[in-house]
Antibody
Framework: EVQLVESGGGLVQPGRSLKLSCAAS????????MAWVRQAPTKGLEWVAS????????YYRDSVKGRFTISRDNAKSTLYLQMDSLRSEDTATYYC???????????WGQGVMVTVSS | DIQMTQSPASLSASLGETVTIECRAS??????LAWYQQKPGKSPQLLIY???SLHTGVPSRFSGSGSGTQYSLKINSLQSEDVASYFC?????????FGAGTKLELK
């Protein structure tokens, strides 16, 4: 059974950092692109970043470019999101997702809440 | 960036009714479109990929169609468990973008 379990969320002050982790199981992690998608309270979905299966290429939305870093450890089947210089507008539930080759995100974690507030 | 305009924002329908949700892309996305269902307090679930392919385990009352810039999700014979929010997403090009969502309620 495919499982994606996020951790590392919490309350953080503006300008500070936070690192999210996503432990994957039930599939060959190194075969899949992975991504982070976020959802602000009562709002829609917003793609944040993606990483290729080898980790050799990464993609970001403009609003997080230069502040967030997506990475992965295929030996540990774990996806990461390092978030620096956090802003109030980064407040959201962050979902770890598997990028399914035919298209779309076919598995999602339960989500982890990040609140940026003083 | 490719903009995804989804309509309607909310929809009220009766059990057994057929409902349609539309999504328009700001440019041709060559069927690189997915539909998701999200129930309150839950993670989204993939329903449709490549505009018209039903994801594994999704009931056949869900269907997707369209091409170019215009796409739609149809739910036949609405069931109570279909009450949820629905989102379209283009994955033709980065940055991936989602529609604003449609909240489906029972009348």
């Amino acid at each position: 059974e495919v499982q994606l379990v996020e951790s590392g969320g919490g309350l953080v002050q503006p300008g500070r950092s936070l690192k999210l982790s996503c432990a994957a199981s039930g599939f060959t992690f190194s075969n899949y692109y992975m991504a982070w998608v976020r959802q602000a309270p009562t709002k829609g979905l917003e793609w944040v970043a993606s990483i290729t299966n080898s980790g050799g290429s990464t993609y970001y939305r403009d609003s997080v470019k230069g502040r967030f870093t997506i990475s992965r450890d295929n030996a540990k089947s774990t996806l990461y999101l390092q978030m620096d210089s956090l802003r109030s507008e980064d407040t959201a539930t962050y979902y770890c997702t598997r990028d399914w080759p035919p298209g779309g995100f076919d598995y999602w974690g339960q989500g982890v809440m990040v609140t940026v507030s003083s | 960036d490719i903009q995804m305009t989804q309509s309607p924002a909310s929809l009220s329908a009766s059990l057994g009714e057929t409902v349609t949700i539309e999504c328009r892309a700001s440019e041709d996305i060559y069927n690189g479109l997915a539909w998701y269902q999200q129930k309150p307090g839950k993670s989204p679930q993939l329903l449709i990929y490549n505009a018209n392919s039903l994801h594994t385990g999704v009931p056949s009352r869900f269907s997707g169609s369209g091409s170019g810039t215009q796409y739609s999700l149809k739910i036949n014979s609405l069931q109570s468990e279909d009450v949820a929010s629905y989102f379209c997403q283009q994955y033709y090009d980065y940055p991936y973008t989602f529609g604003a969502g449609t909240k489906l309620e029972l009348k």
